[in-house]
């Protein structure tokens, strides 16, 4: 099925090439809706969009030919995540809310144009980024805003409501904005369990029936303002959540007999709180020397308990429970500085100082016939702190060459206490280069060479169960320390038409430290072993290779001659191949939970005349494997499909109405006897799922 499913893939992206072939090499059409600029700098106009009447910020940059938002990376640091989208020329100073959230909130009548830049250390405030998107709002004293209402419904998922607002007020040089969110989902779910022996003999079948929900809402803004020369921006955020799961399942022999019964209970987040404050100041302390101060902290409560309970006849009823309480925060200053005292040069050079922090306190019990057992707590304090000078030069070799070069130096601290104890120091030297071709204004080429360090999960260092897969038990991992990326790759975009583009690129990986999931064992006093679970860690050194070919084609070229426009095709595939040692076999294997491939389709219609949009969107990816000590995991899911229409003359905003297929669900488990390397199967676990359709229907608009 993957061969057959890899060659479908191949085929539709080959066939794709087949239709752009012939129009990549057409003219590029200037207009005064799009300004292209000798460096290849792209405006876009408010008339470009108007045939796709946008609500949204985001709905505009969504439909800039060959840009796609970047959020956070991963990486260690703030600066390290800045994204590729601006907003009237800063980077919001915020980690709690995600540029696709920001965008949302700003109506698409308040922005004046799009600027999209494609060269090397595009923005000062987004280095390492080659493509960046700076959003520029228009100067108004009036009161604009956005909202957003949205029912989704379907058998098995019951009703879901959610809504959003946002306002924002300018006056002079000060803006305050505003917002607010909601969201509330109740889900219905049933499948059967197989488990059966090694030889695949039925032994057992589970019938699930579940419901659960989670409930969430936010409050949100900001103030921005000029003091004497100072631009100063303010922000803050507050979310409060709560959740809860309830599942029922009947034992079946392989006769089909009733054998028992389960009742599981989880509730979680349970009524949590998270906040964060931030802000930055910007001013010049010389004609050519701009400073800026970013300061932030947030921090929040996450709660979960869990019991499950199995009544079998004739057996002890046993019930098991957990209690987990998180406090993880985070403070954040960065002092940066932008120098352009060199003809050609522009000099960043600063440093960030990080405080990061999770109090982490897990319980867990087993009872059976009135007996207890208690397993060992896991309450670990987890501190880290964290200094990053840097410095960063963008060189205009040309006008058609750019080169940007800087390291990041990081000196770090990681402390332990509690149950696990440990005390660590890390320093890190992260250079990176990027070199940028303007070939013409319509193409460009990139080079990179970087070295990245992932961010530590903290979460990782603390025992988690996961009740719904048989209380597998995600054991803390006092050793684990932070992964090392060398990564080089190649991109080439080419601009043709007015909206289409094409884009690939191919990059390399060399991987010291690779997290992945490693066996941990535990002793007693004498050294010997008294459990072994699985938890994240790092397994040696690997390889990673990926390729990304992504084409905006636009058919107006095709179809104006025959009367109608408006047609459009947007393909993405990724492909991400990786080998690895595995430390309980020794042999070459994937990485855990990388799936090989995945590829989206887009397909939309925009017949404005009428106010009307068609669209389909299908999405599907390779099975996803996870490699335990004892066991072989795999996950397949099934397409997933959308199509909706959209009504954008409606009075009230933009109706939309839309019909998700969601995929069908296959989890694989082969467990081992003993380990994978020395054992033969014991048990396979089949769990089936099957979802039926959702109905979606929203409500945007802007004022």
């Given at each position: 099925?993957?061969?057959?499913?890899?060659?479908?893939a191949?085929l539709f992206?080959?066939?794709?090439?087949?239709?752009?072939?012939?129009?990549l090499?057409?003219?590029?059409?200037?207009?005064?809706e799009?300004l292209?600029a000798?460096?290849?700098k792209r405006?876009?106009r408010?008339?470009?969009?108007?045939?796709?009447?946008?609500?949204?910020?985001?709905d505009?940059?969504?439909?800039i030919?060959?840009f796609?938002?970047v959020?956070?990376e991963?990486?260690?640091?703030?600066?390290?995540?800045?994204?590729n989208?601006?907003?009237?020329?800063?980077?919001?100073?915020?980690?709690?809310?995600?540029?696709?959230t920001?965008?949302?909130?700003?109506?698409?009548?308040e922005?004046?144009?799009?600027?999209?830049?494609?060269?090397?250390?595009?923005?000062?405030?987004?280095q390492?980024?080659?493509q960046?998107?700076?959003?520029?709002?228009?100067v108004s004293?009036?009161?604009?805003?956005t909202?957003?209402a949205?029912?989704?419904?379907?058998?098995?998922?019951?009703?879901q409501?959610?809504?959003?607002a946002?306002?924002t007020l300018r006056?002079?040089?000060?803006?305050y904005?505003?917002?607010?969110?909601?969201?509330?989902?109740?889900?219905?779910?049933?499948?059967?369990?197989?488990f059966?022996t090694?030889?695949?003999?039925?032994?057992?079948?589970?019938?699930?029936?579940?419901?659960?929900g989670?409930?969430?809402?936010?409050?949100?803004?900001?103030?921005k303002?000029?003091?004497?020369?100072a631009?100063?921006?303010?922000?803050?955020?507050?979310r409060?959540?709560?959740?809860?799961?309830r599942?029922?399942a009947q034992?079946?022999?392989?006769?089909?007999?009733?054998?028992?019964?389960?009742?599981?209970?989880?509730?979680?987040?349970?009524?949590?709180?998270?906040?964060?404050?931030g802000?930055?100041?910007?001013f010049?302390?010389?004609?050519?020397?701009?400073?800026?101060?970013?300061?932030?902290?947030?921090?929040?409560n996450?709660?979960n308990?869990?019991?499950?309970e199995?009544?079998?006849?004739?057996?002890?009823?046993?019930l098991?429970?957990t209690?987990?309480?998180?406090?993880?925060s985070?403070?954040?200053?960065?002092?940066?500085?932008?120098?352009?005292?060199?003809?050609?040069?522009?000099?960043?050079?600063?440093?960030?100082l990080a405080?990061?922090?999770?109090?982490?306190?897990?319980?867990?019990?087993?009872s059976?016939?009135?007996?207890?057992?208690?397993?060992?707590?896991?309450?670990?304090?987890?501190?880290?702190?964290?200094?990053?000078p840097?410095?960063?030069?963008?060189?205009?070799?040309?006008?058609?060459?750019?080169?940007?070069a800087?390291?990041?130096?990081?000196?770090?601290?990681?402390?332990l206490?509690?149950?696990?104890?440990?005390?660590?120091?890390?320093?890190?030297?992260?250079?990176?280069?990027?070199?940028?071709?303007?070939v013409?204004?319509?193409?460009?080429?990139e080079f990179?060479?970087e070295r990245?360090?992932?961010?530590?999960?903290?979460?990782e260092f603390?025992?988690?169960?996961?009740?719904?897969?048989?209380?597998?038990?995600?054991?803390?991992?006092a050793?684990?320390?932070?992964?090392k990326?060398?990564?080089?790759?190649?991109?080439?975009?080419?601009?043709?038409?007015?909206?289409?583009?094409?884009?690939?690129?191919?990059?390399y990986?060399?991987?010291?430290?690779?997290q992945d999931?490693?066996p941990?064992?535990l002793?007693d006093a004498?050294g010997?072993?008294?459990?072994?679970?699985?938890?994240?860690?790092?397994?040696?050194?690997?390889?990673?290779?990926n390729?990304?070919?992504?084409?905006?084609l636009?058919?107006d070229?095709l179809?104006?001659?025959?009367g109608?426009?408006g047609?459009?095709?947007?393909?993405?595939?990724?492909y991400?191949?990786?080998?690895?040692t595995?430390?309980?076999?020794?042999?070459?294997r994937?990485m855990?939970?990388?799936?090989?491939?995945?590829?989206?389709?887009?397909?939309?219609?925009?017949?404005?005349?009428?106010?009307?949009v068609?669209?389909?969107?299908?999405?599907?990816?390779?099975s996803?494997?996870?490699?335990?000590?004892?066991e072989f995991?795999?996950?397949?899911?099934?397409?997933?499909?959308?199509?909706?229409?959209?009504?954008?003359?409606?009075?009230l905003?933009?109706?939309?109405?839309?019909?998700?297929?969601l995929?069908?669900f296959?989890r694989?488990?082969?467990?081992?006897?003993?380990?994978?390397?020395?054992?033969?199967?014991?048990?396979?676990?089949?769990?089936?799922?099957?979802?039926?359709?959702?109905?979606?229907?929203?409500?945007?608009?802007k004022?």
């Amino acid at each position: 099925m993957a061969i057959s499913r890899c060659t479908i893939a191949l085929l539709f992206t080959g066939a794709a090439s087949i239709v752009v072939a012939p129009v990549l090499h057409a003219q590029d059409v200037v207009t005064p809706e799009v300004l292209v600029a000798a460096d290849g700098k792209r405006q876009f106009r408010a008339d470009f969009f108007a045939s796709y009447a946008p609500v949204t910020a985001l709905d505009m940059v969504r439909r800039i030919p060959g840009f796609s938002i970047v959020a956070d990376e991963g990486r260690r640091g703030f600066g390290e995540n800045a994204g590729n989208v601006l907003i009237d020329g800063d980077r919001p100073s915020t980690k709690s809310d995600d540029v696709f959230t920001i965008l949302s909130r700003i109506p698409a009548s308040e922005v004046d144009y799009i600027e999209l830049t494609e060269q090397a250390g595009a923005d000062a405030e987004t280095q390492g980024q080659g493509q960046v998107v700076n959003v520029i709002r228009k100067v108004s004293a009036k009161i604009s805003g956005t909202y957003e209402a949205n029912i989704v419904a379907g058998t098995r998922y019951g009703f879901q409501p959610s809504a959003n607002a946002s306002a924002t007020l300018r006056r002079g040089d000060t803006t305050y904005e505003l917002n607010f969110s909601s969201y509330s989902e109740r889900i219905y779910g049933f499948g059967p369990e197989d488990f059966k022996t090694g030889s695949a003999a039925l032994i057992e079948r589970r019938h699930y029936q579940g419901r659960g929900g989670f409930d969430e809402a936010a409050l949100g803004g900001a103030i921005k303002t000029r003091v004497g020369g100072a631009k100063v921006n303010l922000n803050g955020r507050v979310r409060w959540s709560d959740g809860f799961d309830r599942r029922v399942a009947q034992y079946l022999n392989s006769t089909g007999t009733d054998i028992g019964d389960e009742l599981l209970l989880r509730g979680g987040p349970i009524s949590d709180i998270n906040y964060e404050i931030g802000g930055d100041v910007e001013f010049g302390l010389a004609p050519k020397l701009n400073t800026k101060l970013v300061g932030l902290y947030r921090a929040a409560n996450e709660s979960n308990d869990s019991s499950i309970e199995v009544d079998r006849p004739g057996q002890p009823v046993t019930l098991f429970e957990t209690r987990s309480r998180n406090r993880p925060s985070e403070a954040v200053v960065r002092v940066q500085n932008d120098w352009s005292g060199i003809s050609r040069h522009a000099i960043q050079f600063g440093g960030e100082l990080a405080y990061n922090r999770l109090d982490a306190r897990f319980s867990a019990a087993s009872s059976v016939a009135g007996a207890v057992t208690t397993f060992p707590a896991s309450d670990v304090l987890v501190e880290e702190t964290r200094i990053e000078p840097f410095v960063t030069d963008v060189w205009t070799i040309s006008p058609s060459w750019k080169l940007e070069a800087g390291a990041v130096a990081e000196f770090s601290k990681l402390t332990l206490s509690g149950d696990s104890t440990a005390s660590r120091s890390f320093k890190f030297i992260k250079p990176r280069a990027i070199a940028t071709w303007t070939v013409t204004p319509q193409t460009t080429f990139e080079f990179r060479a970087e070295r990245q360090v992932a961010q530590l999960n903290f979460g990782e260092f603390a025992t988690s169960v996961d009740v719904t897969l048989g209380n597998q038990v995600d054991a803390g991992n006092a050793d684990l320390v932070p992964e090392k990326v060398t990564n080089l790759s190649a991109l080439v975009r080419h601009k043709f038409l007015e909206r289409g583009s094409i884009q690939f690129r191919g990059e390399y990986q060399f991987i010291s430290d690779t997290q992945d999931l490693v066996p941990i064992t535990l002793r007693d006093a004498a050294g010997n072993v008294t459990a072994r679970f699985d938890g994240a860690g790092n397994i040696g050194n690997s390889k990673r290779w990926n390729g990304e070919l992504e084409i905006t084609l636009p058919f107006d070229w095709l179809t104006k001659p025959i009367g109608f426009t408006g047609l459009e095709l947007k393909y993405v595939g990724h492909y991400h191949g990786s080998r690895v040692t595995d430390p309980v076999t020794g042999l070459n294997r994937r990485m855990s939970n990388r799936p090989l491939w995945h590829q989206e389709w887009n397909l939309r219609y925009d017949a404005p005349a009428v106010g009307l949009v068609y669209g389909a969107t299908f999405y599907t990816q390779e099975s996803n494997n996870a490699y335990f000590f004892n066991e072989f995991r795999r996950q397949s899911d099934g397409v997933r499909s959308t199509l909706f229409i959209e009504y954008t003359k409606f009075k009230l905003g933009t109706l939309r109405l839309q019909v998700i297929d969601l995929p069908d669900f296959r989890r694989d488990r082969f467990i081992y006897a003993d380990t994978r390397a020395n054992s033969g199967l014991s048990q396979i676990v089949n769990r089936k799922r099957e979802l039926d359709p959702l109905i979606q229907i929203t409500l945007s608009g802007k004022f």
